[in-house]
C-alpha cells in the first residue's frame, strides 16, 4: 500500500467528518450550556440542563411522543402484515393481471402521499379522519417500497421449502408464517428500520391533517414550538430539537452497524 | 383457484393504494379543469383556464426557476459529495466506523430538526456564518433575508442532509467489486486517480444514474424546511413547487390553482420516471 496519497485522503476524510457532524454537536453545545453561550465558545463553560427543563415546560414533548410512537407502530405493523400479503402473491402466484398490478404498485415509488396532499385531505375529510392519528397513517400503509423489497426477497426462497410444508398440511397464510417471513427476516428488519426513521421524520403530510396537540407527532410539535414567531430562546430551541430527534438518534448510534446494513440492503434491492 | 387467493392476498393493500395513490391522481386531473366552487356560484367546468392562469402567475415562474435551481444545485453536488465519501468509507482508513458515522448521522435526522440547527447559523450578526465572517472583517448580512442568497443557504443545508444518505448507495455497489481489479491494475502500474477513473467510476455509472433519477425526484418534494426557515420568502425568493401547492390549498384555499400545480409536479414525476424506465438499464436494479 502506497503510504503517501493513502495520509492526505485519510486527512481529508477525517476533515470532512469533523467539517459533517459540526452542526449536531453545536446543537449539543448550545442546549447543554446556559443560553448566554450560545454565541460564546468557552470550555469553560458550565454545563446546565435547564434548557431542556424549559423546553419540557412549554411544550408537551410526552404527549408527541406518545403520538409519534403510536403513529410509527401502527404504520410499521400494517406495512408489514399488507406487504407480506402482497408480495407472495407477486412473487410465487401466477394469476391474470399480475404484470399490470405490479406496474400499478410500483406507481407510488414515484407518485409518493406527499404529492397528494390537496387529495388526500379531501378523501380523509369524507371519511371523518382529519386530525386523527389513523388518518396521518392511511396513505403509507400500503408501501410500494415494501411490497417491492419483500417480493425480491421472497423469489430468492427454495420453492421446495414451499412445498415441504405444504405436504405437512400448511395453508397459504401457514407457509407465509413459517416459511417465508422466517427466511426473509433480514429484509423484515432492513424495512422496519427504514420505514421506523422515515415516519419519525415525516412532517408535511401529518402537518395538512393534524390541528390538535392530542395527534400531532414531534416533527409537528417541534415546528410550533420552534417557530421564530414563538419567542423562545436560542438554547432552548436546541434543547427541544434534541428531544425529538433524541430516540432515534440514540438507536441509531447504538445499532449503528444495523441501520447503516439495512439502508445498504434496502439500497441494493 | 390460484387466482383468487392472489387476488385476495392483494385485496388490502390494492384498497388502499388505488383510495391514496391511483383515485387522488386522477381526481387532481379532474378537478384542474374545474373552478372553485363558492356557496353562491358551484364548481363548473372550465376546460384549460386554471392552466391558463397558472401560465400567466409571475410567482408560478418563479417557483419553478426556484425548484429548477433548486434540485440543480443539490443533485450534482450531493451525489459527487456521495461518491467521495464512499470511496473514503470503502477503504480501510483508521477512524473509518467515525468517519461513516458523521458522514451517515444527518441523514437520520428530520428536516425540521435540520432547519431549526441551520437557522442559528443563518441568524444575522449573531449567527455562526456572520461571526465568521466578523473574523475576517465582513459585515453581518441577513442571509436568509436576501433574495440573492436565500436559495443558496438552503441548497447548502440540504446538501449536508442528503449526501450521506446517497454515499449508501455508492458503498452497497462498491462492495460488490472485487479487490483483484485493483490489485491487477496496481500490478500494471495504474495510479489510484487513473483506476477511480478508468474502472471504478465506469462500473458505477448504474448506481450513479439510479441515484440521480431519485435524488432529483427526492428533490421535488423537499420542502419541510421552508416551514421553519423561510416561509418561501422573501418574496417567494425561495418558494418551491410542493410547498407553492400547500400554500395555494391550505392558506389561500384555492384547490383549483392547487390542483393545477399539482397536475405540473406529477408531470415533472412522470418525466423522470420514463428517463428512468428507458434509459436505465433496468436489470440493474429491478429484477
Known amino acids: ?269 | 383457484m390460484m387466482g383468487i387467493y392472489a387476488w385476495l392476498l392483494l385485496l388490502p393493500a390494492s384498497v388502499l393504494l388505488v383510495t391514496f395513490t391511483h383515485y387522488p391522481t386522477v381526481a387532481t386531473f379532474i378537478h384542474s379543469l374545474f373552478s372553485n366552487g363558492t356557496v353562491i356560484r358551484p364548481s363548473r367546468f372550465v376546460g384549460l383556464d386554471n392552466y391558463r392562469a397558472v401560465m400567466h402567475d409571475p410567482v408560478f415562474w418563479k417557483v419553478m426557476e426556484n425548484t429548477v435551481l433548486f434540485a440543480l444545485g443539490t443533485v450534482p453536488a450531493s451525489i459527487a459529495l456521495a461518491l467521495l465519501m464512499a470511496v473514503w468509507v470503502n477503504r480501510r482508513i483508521p477512524g473509518r466506523a467515525f468517519v461513516r458515522l458523521s458522514y451517515f448521522t444527518p441523514t437520520i435526522l428530520p428536516m425540521i430538526a435540520v432547519a431549526n440547527i441551520w437557522l442559528f447559523f443563518y441568524t444575522p450578526d449573531i449567527g455562526l456564518l456572520d461571526q465568521i465572517s466578523a473574523f475576517f472583517g465582513g459585515r453581518g448580512h441577513n442571509w436568509l433575508g436576501d433574495s440573492r442568497t436565500v436559495l443558496w443557504c438552503l441548497i447548502v443545508m440540504t446538501i449536508w442532509k442528503e449526501a450521506g444518505f446517497f454515499m449508501i448507495f455508492y458503498l452497497a455497489a462498491l462492495q460488490t467489486h472485487s479487490p483483484e481489479l485493483e490489485e491487477a491494475a496496481r500490478l500494471e502500474g495504474a495510479s489510484r486517480g487513473a483506476f477511480f477513473w478508468r474502472v471504478t467510476f465506469p462500473l458505477l455509472m448504474p448506481t450513479t444514474l439510479f441515484v440521480f433519477i431519485n435524488a432529483t425526484l427526492n428533490s421535488f418534494k423537499l420542502v419541510d424546511h421552508l416551514f421553519i426557515l423561510t416561509k418561501g420568502g422573501p418574496d417567494n425568493a425561495s418558494n418551491l413547487l410542493l410547498y407553492y401547492i400547500y400554500e395555494n390549498a391550505f392558506s389561500f384555499f384555492d384547490t383549483a390553482s392547487a390542483a393545477t400545480l399539482t397536475v405540473i409536479l406529477l408531470a415533472m414525476l412522470a418525466a423522470m420516471a420514463i428517463v428512468q424506465f428507458t434509459v436505465l438499464d433496468k436489470r440493474v436494479h429491478y429484477r
Not at chain 1, 10 to 39: D, G, K, M, N, R
Not at chain 1, 118 to 141: C, H, K, Q, S
Not at chain 1, 229 to 237: K, L
Open chain 1, 1 to 269: 500500500m502506497k503510504r503517501y496519497g493513502f495520509s492526505v485522503e485519510t486527512l481529508a476524510a477525517w476533515l470532512l467528518a469533523v467539517l459533517w457532524i459540526a452542526p449536531l454537536v453545536y446543537a449539543f453545545w448550545a442546549a447543554f450550556h446556559p443560553s448566554e453561550y450560545a454565541v460564546h465558545f468557552n470550555l469553560l463553560a458550565p454545563l446546565t440542563l435547564d434548557q431542556f427543563r424549559e423546553a419540557w415546560r412549554q411544550a408537551p414533548f410526552m404527549r408527541y411522543y406518545f403520538n409519534t410512537f403510536v403513529l410509527v407502530t401502527m404504520i410499521l405493523a400494517a406495512q408489514l402484515v399488507l406487504c407480506t400479503l402482497a408480495a407472495y402473491a407477486f412473487a410465487r402466484l401466477e394469476f391474470w393481471g399480475r404484470e399490470v398490478m405490479f406496474g400499478l404498485v410500483l406507481l407510488q415509488l414515484m407518485i409518493v402521499p406527499e404529492v397528494l396532499i390537496v387529495e388526500n385531505y379531501r378523501t380523509l375529510a369524507a371519511f371523518n379522519l382529519v386530525d386523527t392519528i389513523v388518518g396521518i397513517g392511511l396513505p403509507y400503509m400500503a408501501s410500494a417500497f415494501g411490497i417491492f423489497l419483500l417480493r425480491q426477497s421472497f423469489k430468492t426462497i427454495p420453492r421446495e421449502l414451499e412445498e415441504a410444508a405444504r405436504m405437512e398440511g400448511c395453508g397459504i397464510l401457514g407457509v407465509l408464517w413459517r416459511v417465508y417471513v422466517p427466511t426473509a427476516r433480514p429484509t423484515y428488519l432492513a424495512y422496519a428500520l427504514v420505514s421506523v426513521s422515515y415516519h419519525w421524520n415525516n412532517f408535511l403530510w401529518p402537518l395538512v391533517v393534524t390541528n390538535s396537540v392530542e395527534t400531532r407527532p414531534l416533527t409537528v410539535g417541534l415546528a410550533i414550538f420552534g417557530a421564530p414567531e414563538s419567542g423562545v430562546d436560542w438554547s432552548v430551541i436546541s434543547a427541544g430539537t434534541l428531544l425529538a430527534v433524541a430516540p432515534l438518534l440514540i438507536a441509531f448510534f447504538l445499532f449503528q452497524r444495523q441501520f447503516v446494513q439495512s439502508f445498504l440492503h434496502a439500497g441494493i434491492k
